[in-house]
């Protein structure tokens, strides 16, 4: 077992009272012996020792310390529901659903974008600035994307260069050899309070899009919240296809 906390809602530190379980393996021949039980119990035991008062497993937006990137795609996302062991074992040991996430993904290899008299407007009074990093790198940022093969994609206002909507670009070369082909995943959307529901983000992921597909990527990964049908929508109207979902699970006290 896999056990790690939070983070401030700034980023800027962690949060010991917010404990995530972040993976739980059993070798196939223990198992139904109560040793995932056990573990449970102990990473639990460990967390709130160290000052957690809820604990969560799976992984989510900053409740994510571990194996970004490596499960799921671009990011951890609570247990896939192709895993479908997990949601036996963690409602077994005294768990319930706190949330689920969308995986999305799209071809990069159709090359037919998105388009509209909207889109259009707003394709003329923006462009995409592209960094190394964020204007304001967090201590989240330098412990998950600081040393990794990662861009900041801005969509800001053409005329006064005012930030609209970023994304992070991350490579997934090291998914290559199950997927067959070279993918990047989109994480971290933000999109200013008083520009959201103004078509930006999904102008934002189609641009971003436009811009890997002459590196010759070929699949984009990107994550979303159901709580967030605004994100959603835009996603899906950037041309992404749900794939999976994952789900992040809270201890029923």
Request: hydrophobic share 35%; glycine share 10%; proline share 4%.
């Amino acid at each position: 077992v896999h056990a790690g906390f939070g983070f401030a809602d700034d980023r800027s530190q962690l949060d010991r009272a917010m404990g995530v379980i972040c993976s739980a393996i059993v070798h196939p021949d223990y198992r139904r012996q109560g040793v995932g039980r056990e573990l449970v119990r102990r990473a639990e035991q460990y967390l709130r020792v160290n000052g957690s008062a809820r604990i969560q497993a799976g992984e989510s937006r900053n409740c994510d310390p571990f194996y970004y990137g490596m499960y799921g795609g671009s990011r951890p996302s609570g247990f896939l529901e192709s895993d479908a062991l997990a949601a036996l074992f963690f409602q077994g040991v005294g768990y319930r659903v706190k949330e689920t996430i969308g995986v999305y993904q799209r071809d990069l290899t159709t090359k037919r974008d998105p388009i509209s008299m909207r889109l259009q407007g707003l394709r003329r009074s923006t462009e995409l600035v592209i960094s190394d990093a964020p204007e304001e790198p967090t201590y989240w940022w330098y412990t998950h994307l600081g040393r990794s093969e990662s861009l900041r994609f801005r969509l800001v206002n053409r005329k006064t260069q005012k930030p609209l909507a970023a994304v992070s670009v991350i490579g997934l070369d090291h998914y290559i050899s199950v997927w067959n082909e070279r993918a990047i995943g989109l994480v971290d959307i933000f999109v200013s309070e008083e520009h959201r529901g103004h078509g930006y983000c999904q102008m934002l992921l189609i641009e971003s899009v436009r811009r890997v597909r002459q590196d010759l990527i070929s699949r984009a990964d990107l994550h979303v919240p159901d709580s967030r049908p605004d994100l959603t929508k835009a996603v899906e109207g950037a041309g992404f296809a749900r794939l999976e979902t994952g789900t992040v699970y809270e201890r029923a006290e």
